[in-house]
Every structure is written in C-alpha cells, then in structure tokens.
C-alpha cells in the first residue's frame, strides 16, 4: 500500500463548480499536511497547510480526519485557472523527517 | 528574494553517459532536498541535507547517484552511468530547518534515450 493516496482524477468541471478532492496515508507517525499544487511542467508551490480543526483560504477549504487517515481539499466556484495537479503530501516526523507526496489529482476547469 | 535556482532546465543525454545537475537554494536555508519527479507521480525524497551533512539518503540509488552539498550552500546531484528509467524532473527544494515549509525550485528536466 502506498503511503499517501489520492483520488486518480482527472476532474473535469465546469467554471463555477465545486470539487472536492480525497488523500489517505498510512503512516500514523503523520505529523503534518499539506495541499500543493502543481502546473503543467512547473514545480509544486504550496497551496495550504491543513490544520486538525480544518481551515480556509478563499475558495479552498482543507480539512483533516486523523481517525481515518485522511486528508481533502474542497474548491469552491472554481475558475480556469485552478487548472492543475494538486499533491497531497505528509510530513513524518519521530525521526523521519520527510515529506511524503502523493501521485497528484488532476484538475481541468472548462468554461 | 530569490527563490531556489536550479540548472541545467533541460538535458538530453543517452543511457550511460554521466549528468550533474546544481542546486543553489534559498540564501539563509539550511536543509536542501533533491526530489525525483517521474512522469504521472508524486515527488521522491532522493536525498535531504542539513546544512553540510547528510539527513537522508535512504532512496538514493547509491550505485549510480551521489549528491554534495560541501560548503552546506549550493549542491550538485550526479548520476553516473544514466539508465532510461532515470528520465525524470530532478526538483531541489529548501527550507529554514527540518520541519520548516519547502519551496521548490524550477526543476530539471532529464531525458534519457
């Protein structure tokens, strides 16, 4: 089993949608997560953090469950350029100290 | 500020020819993380540095890949000989401290035929 999983995708939505997008782990060592996206052939950039309480930044909405291992992001009314790959990554720390990715969703807003 | 700079952006080379890439991340970071990013996944974790040392290095192929990072700034990533499944984005990314935010730089794209 991989350490971090995401939804395969791709997602392909209308401009004004709402998606949400899944990520599990394995590893209950799993100290931090996080949300970055990545354009095509361009590096990830952070998007968010997700904190155990849930958080918010805009339209992006990232919540954690750490009874069930899981991680989403939920896109509100979402724009063409939120076209992208998101990875979902897991920072594992008791000595590992290493940030862990998923293999990515990718997302294709159309007008 | 500057963020993390990476060069060469793009190499071409055949299987069994030797490459280097280098890394200058950003000024004041003490860790530096070389990733492996092949086509349609994730990210790998290669090698992390702290300052001038070595954190891990458990998922560098030893036999063929080395990393230096010797005055705990700038770092090359060698791979010597290249196979076709080393055809690949090589990120370098940086952060403060260990569980500091990383930010990556451009990449390099590596084609191997």
């Known amino acids: 089993r991989k350490e971090v999983e995401q939804d395969p995708g791709p997602f392909n939505v209308p401009e004004g949608a709402t998606v949400a997008f899944n990520c599990t782990y394995s590893?209950?060592?799993?100290?931090?997560f996080f949300w970055y996206r990545q354009d095509c052939r361009k590096e990830p950039k952070l998007l968010m953090s997700?904190?155990?309480s849930g958080n918010e930044d805009g339209r992006f909405t990232a919540q954690l469950n750490r009874a069930s291992q899981y991680i989403s992001l939920l896109i509100r009314d979402s724009k063409l350029s939120d076209s992208a790959t998101y990875l979902c990554?897991?920072?594992?720390?008791?000595?590992?100290?290493?940030?862990?990715f998923g293999a990515g969703t990718r997302l294709a807003v159309h007008p | 500020e500057a963020g993390v700079a990476q060069s060469p952006r793009y190499k071409i080379i055949e299987k069994r020819q030797s490459v280097a890439f280098w890394c200058n991340p950003i000024?004041?970071?003490?860790?530096l993380y070389w990733y492996q990013q092949i086509l349609g996944q994730g990210p790998k974790l290669l090698i992390q540095?702290?300052?001038?040392?070595?954190?891990?290095d458990s998922q560098l192929p030893k036999d063929r890949f080395s990393a230096e990072r010797l005055k705990g700034v700038d770092s090359t990533l060698k791979i010597q000989p290249a196979k076709l499944e080393d055809s690949a984005v090589y990120l370098c990314?940086?952060?403060?401290?260990?569980?500091?935010?990383?930010?990556f730089g451009p990449g390099t794209r590596l084609l191997v035929l």
């Open positions: 990314a940086s952060s403060l401290g260990q569980e500091e935010t990383q930010y």
């Open positions: 590893n209950s060592a799993s100290q931090s």
């Open positions: 997700v904190y155990s």
């Open positions: 990554a897991v920072f594992l720390s008791g000595g590992y100290n290493k940030l862990i």
């Open positions: 000024s004041g970071h003490a860790t």
């Open positions: 540095f702290q300052n001038n040392g070595v954190v891990d």
